[in-house]
């Protein structure tokens, strides 16, 4: 998390893939509040990985696919990290 804040900008969305929707339950005692305001999950990820209900029930953004697609587009670049 800590070089993705290192680099992200306003106005720049952050997109939670694989592994990264585990982000959503690092304290479970909380509700995910991250640290910048465009943000979601995937949605087939958290599927995966049985988080879509902790998802609704936090009201954390799970996007689809095509909500992924349409948001790539939408950004002149995407920077991907691990």
Known sequence: MDNCL???DEGDTVLFL???VMHLVNDISR???PPFTEYG???V???ARGLSGLAQATGAASLTDSKIAGLIQAHDFCLTWK
Do not use: T, V, Y
């Open 6 to 8: 290192a680099q992200a």
């Open 18 to 20: 694989d592994d990264g």
């Open 31 to 33: 509700p995910f509040r």
């Open 41 to 43: 999950f995937s949605a």
């Open 45 to 47: 990820d958290l599927e």
